[in-house]
């Protein structure tokens, strides 16, 4: 991938962050269960915003740069267009990228959850928590974090990949309806943005209860958090089971999952698009 492609990519991506931004900031307080609603004070919405934006950058980098310079390595090895590259490439990208996506997690958790503007800002939490936690507390839950997110990253590149051969064939079979003789099976933007939107359901909704189990245990320490659940901080088996006692576990699976999906869908398709127009990988 050129330099011009990943740099329209990532700023695609920054960019729906964003514009989403406050849809994060309450989904974060949601799955916790700070807060329920989606009336928050205004400058709420947007705490957290300079750590997503400062970490996505090169997190994002490495993540689609990884996943298909991986999938081109592998190709003698296990084929182009099969499951079992698209997974390999899905968890080689995640497990590169979350040294970086783990922090910006930790530090943009910690100052959604706050609703005074004297807490100060994103650098004065990370003193903060350096000082307090050391480096090790900017990796909180990142164990969990990979078991969360390399499962996200297979699903949704398999999703993406098969919807992307689906379309193709779809597309193939109206021109030869037509009785067209063009070769070409390029896909257009809007098929491209129905392959992320499907990918992005697919693994969002497969991921939720661990997505929720993450941001809880990387937050168990906040005081907001330990005022109402002290004992998440015990570990993940208590985080999970404080989780299924409030709520159920079938409420579980799927607590925040719609604020979740308004949140990422449109950063992921406006990603794709800009990346499989600019530089599609055929």
């Known amino acids: 991938m050129d330099l011009a492609t990943i740099a329209a990519a990532v700023a695609g991506a920054v960019g729906s962050r964003v514009a989403f931004h406050p849809l994060d900031t309450i989904r974060t307080l949601q799955q916790t269960s700070v807060a329920t609603g989606y009336r928050l004070p205004f400058a709420q919405y947007w705490r957290g915003l300079p750590a997503a934006v400062g970490f996505t950058t090169p997190a994002f980098t490495i993540y689609l740069v990884s996943y298909r310079q991986a999938k081109k390595d592998l190709e003698p090895y296990l084929g182009n267009d099969t499951a079992l590259n698209y997974i390999v490439s899905g968890a080689i990208a995640e497990f590169t990228s979350s040294v970086l996506w783990t922090p910006m997690e930790v530090v943009k958790g910690n100052m959604q959850l706050k609703s005074e503007s004297k807490t100060g800002g994103t650098w004065a939490m990370i003193k903060q928590m350096y000082q307090t936690q050391g480096l090790k507390g900017f990796y909180r839950g990142y164990w969990v974090g990979l078991a969360v997110f390399t499962p ?131």
């Open 152 to 282: 996200h990253s297979i699903v949704w590149w398999y999703t993406y990949e098969k919807m992307k051969i689906y379309l193709k064939s779809t597309n193939a079979l109206n021109e030869s309806l037509a009785g067209s003789t063009s070769s070409s099976l390029d896909l257009t933007a809007s098929q491209y943005a129905i392959a992320s939107a499907v990918s992005g359901t697919a693994a969002g909704t497969a991921s939720n209860f661990l997505d929720v189990l993450k941001t809880r245990q990387q937050l168990a320490i906040a005081v907001e958090v330990s005022r109402l659940r002290p004992d998440d901080q015990l570990g993940l088996w208590k985080v999970a089971k404080n989780l299924i006692r409030e709520v159920g576990i079938v409420r579980a699976m799927f607590k925040g999952l719609h604020v979740r999906l308004m949140y990422s869908l449109p950063s992921g398709i406006l990603s794709m698009v800009i990346v499989e127009k600019l530089k599609p990988e055929g």
